[in-house]
């Protein structure tokens, strides 16, 4: 039994509020136990040079932490650090698997995600809620006949696992994440087919059988995941 109760295959109390700022064409608000992130998406009419050869959009994001996330205050006039770039790469990377980019056109549809309380899992967080603004605001692009159909392939859901004490763990908090030898995020599609696993040893080297018994955690996490984000979408995304 954890601090908060929970049994170590368990997740927090994970909810969505979609529609959740005035001027996102996709906004949502993500609650994971203690954890909050704002994640929008915004449509612009250009994409990066690469694209303009290939013919194809793009999909990128930022991510940010606001002064009172964390107990310790964090400015944001000081521009991501080495983290939230590696965050927010992580992010793009991600929701990008999601899209055939070449049904976009020539739009970049940015992805924000803005955590306002940090309780540990903002990656897998901002992913799961990134992933929700981005259909929303895809289908608000269609309903306007500017792209001819849902370029969706695939649904995306994230989760954090880890080691602690010896004992593998779904869905970390802060204070266990602090506490794991070993801590990883996953991403996975609707499928169950891996998108990106992040692993580190932390303290101990770990082995195949902690591996393995992360990813059946992994795994039973992201089913949990996407059935919040099937929930909220209300039918708009159809794989």
């Not at 998108?195 to 195949?208: C, I, K, M, Y």
């Amino acid at each position: 039994m954890r601090s908060d109760g929970r049994l170590s295959d368990e997740m927090r109390p994970l909810s969505v509020e979609r529609d959740y700022t005035r001027y996102a064409p996709g906004s949502v608000l993500v609650q994971a136990g203690d954890t909050r992130v704002i994640c929008t998406a915004m449509v612009e009419g250009r994409v990066p040079p690469h694209c303009l050869a290939q013919k194809t959009g793009w999909i990128t994001a930022e991510y940010a932490m606001l002064p009172g996330a964390n107990p310790d205050r964090k400015s944001l006039w000081k521009g991501p650090d080495g983290r939230a770039r590696e965050i927010q790469r992580l992010i793009g990377r991600s929701l990008r698997m999601a899209v055939d980019l070449a049904q976009l056109g020539t739009r970049t549809i940015w992805i924000d995600c803005t955590v306002i309380q940090a309780d540990g899992g903002t990656r897998a967080a901002s992913i799961t809620g990134g992933f929700i603004a981005l259909v929303d605001a895809l289908w608000k692009l269609r309903e306007e006949e500017k792209i001819p159909n849902m370029p969706i392939e695939h649904g995306i859901a994230a989760v954090s696992v880890g080691v602690v004490e010896g004992l593998p763990m779904l869905d970390l908090t802060s204070a266990e994440d602090r506490a794991a030898s070993v801590d990883m995020n996953a991403v996975m599609t609707h499928s169950g087919r891996f998108v990106e696993l992040q692993g580190t040893a932390e303290s101990e080297p770990f082995d195949r059988d902690d591996l393995q018994r992360l990813l059946e955690l992994a795994q039973k996490g992201a089913s949990e995941v996407q059935r919040v984000q099937l929930s909220a979408l209300e039918g708009r995304l159809t794989l």
